[in-house]
């Protein structure tokens, strides 16, 4: 009795085995009588049950599932593209999907075919939504005439309720909509309802959850215009100056469910806090400027009130052949978001250097303070009071000098992704009034630009270009510190060429920096496999004696070719490149980084 029974269980649990094992890839086809190329890729792209089929280990009961949910997918997308009359059936082993029953499951499913008829494309023959905010635009193509698709619909009422939410009704909703098809004349007529609900003021900025950063610290970064009509604008404002601060992990800003009295509307904060603490490193390298080391040290929130105090320190020219010696650097900078309103901040600075470079040692100090605002989610600006001092041996002799100075910057970033730009363009120019306080030290004016382009020329290619400018206007060359100076050749100017090669020769082998400067490059950047890509490129550099470009400079310029590898932390670049003219340098440099060279 009891083997008949083990027996029997054996048997039913073979069965349940065999029923759920994986078997082999069905053959798996969709067609689409008449139907346009892209709505096939549509529908191909919607079918679950061939891609399920497909699969190796995908069972039985796997590809009726996906077969079952097929239906309301095909039908949907060819909803979107304004075919309201589909007949779509599904087949497995030549059975109807839908009649399977889920108890009936067969053993193995060795073919699935689905073929979709779409029926006729409907176009609208009334297309009403109402009422609207004043100078709301619609879809053009939610129009009588026009193709009836879903996402004409569905554009519509986003368009109608986002209308009347940026002209203050915070709590605009669809509030009906009938949509009638006429399968004779193959028409669809949609009429969508809106209603606009109160005008609405923003109220309270309400804080849920914890934070180390103080309540009032965030309503004040925050900047949430209380009183103020609602505008969903200013929402995301608010959290995006909570971003930029950089303390916290996350950022939610809820609009509440319910109005107050005076249709008022509260905004739920919560946030979730970065780690208050960041180490983090860097590396360069090139063949002859030598390996170059860096490294910071972050606290987050330093006072409670969303401040940030870096360390950061440097060592470059280690090992190098052509770069003067090692150069060392050792800066601090304090920030502090939110000072004057949400959307200016302030920091103090110092710094101490000793820069060994080809032509000159110049041992630095500097401290200042200063402000910064942002103007745009693009556009953003900083002006400072900031003293340097400078002991300086070059072959203009040794000396001293000390500077006041005003560094006021704009930068435009319009760019897609700062680390890996495949499209749009940035603008940073900085221009620096200098009054010489005592020494050697001289008056005048630094100004320098840098512009760049990206543009996609096609999905794998991308092409970028770049040019720089600086000039010293009103003070000369020795009353600068030698770094304030301008010269060409290395990483960041003219690849190829030596480090700092080109200066203004004083004749004699003696040598200094230049008083004005341009720069021009230009990459190809080809996306071969995976995350690999190859980059040609090419740069030009110009210095000169004087304020601003002209025929007493000279030029040199350099090409080469590179390797690209994406990493979440921008690509590791590893670039190869040679002098094409001037007599500055011969031979091949090596350049080793991380991101793209601009």
Known sequence: MADSRFTGHAVALAALLLAASPAAAAEAVLRAPGAPGPVVSALETAALSLQTARDDGATAQDILAAARADYGRLVGALYARGYYAPVVTIRLDGREAAGIAPLSVPDRVGRVDIRVETGPRFSFSEARIGPLAPGTELPEDFAPGNRARLSAI????????????????????????????????????????????????????????????RPER????????????????????????????????????????????????????????????????????????GLALSGFWLHRNLLRGAERLRFDAGISGIGGTDSGGEDYTLSARFDRPAVLDPDTGIYAL?????????????????????????????????????????????????????????????TWDGRDDPLDPRAGTYLATTLTPMFGLSGDADSGARLTADAR?????????????????????????????????????????????????????????????????????????????GPFSLVAFADAGFIGPESWVGGDGEWHSGAGLGLRYATGIGPIRVDIAAPTSGDTGDGVEIYIGIGQAF
């Open 453 to 529: 382009a990206y543009r996609a020329v096609s999905e794998r290619v991308v092409l970028a270009g770049r040019v720089q400018f600086g000039s010293i206007m009103g003070a000369n060359a020795k009353g600068v510190p030698p770094a304030m100076l301008f010269f060409s050749g290395g990483g960041g100017t003219v690849r190829g060429q030596p480090y700092e090669s080109l200066a203004v020769e004083l004749g004699g082998g003696d040598r200094i920096g230049g008083r004005s400067f341009l720069g021009l490059s230009a990459e190809a950047r080809v996306e071969v496999r």
């Open 154 to 213: 569905r554009g519509a009422a986003t368009a109608g309720v986002s209308g009347w939410r940026d002209a203050g009704h915070a709590k605009a909703r669809v509030a009906g909509q009938d949509l009638t098809a006429d399968h004779r004349s193959a028409t669809l007529a949609a009429r969508i309802a809106l209603a606009p609900g109160p005008y609405v003021r923003f109220g309270n900025l309400v804080i849920e959850g914890e934070s180390r950063v």
């Open 218 to 289: 965030l309503r004040k970064i925050a900047g949430l215009p209380s009183g103020e009509p609602f505008d969903p604008e200013a929402v995301e404002q608010s959290a995006e100056r909570l971003r930029r601060t950089g303390v916290f992990r996350s950022v939610r800003l809820a609009e509440t469910d319910t109005l107050r009295p005076g249709n008022t509307m509260d905004i739920a904060l919560s946030v979730s806090d970065e780690k208050k603490r960041r180490l983090g490193f860097g590396a360069e390298f090139s063949s002859l400027e």
């Open 350 to 410: 110092a710094a101490i250097e000793r820069l060994d470079e080809p032509d000159s040692v110049e041992e630095t100090g500097r401290f200042g303070v200063g402000l910064t605002h942002v103007f745009s989610d693009r556009l953003s600006g900083e002006a400072a009071l900031v003293f340097r001092y400078s002991d300086v041996s070059d072959d203009l002799g040794e000396r001293s000098m000390t500077h006041a100075m005003l560094p006021a910057s704009l």
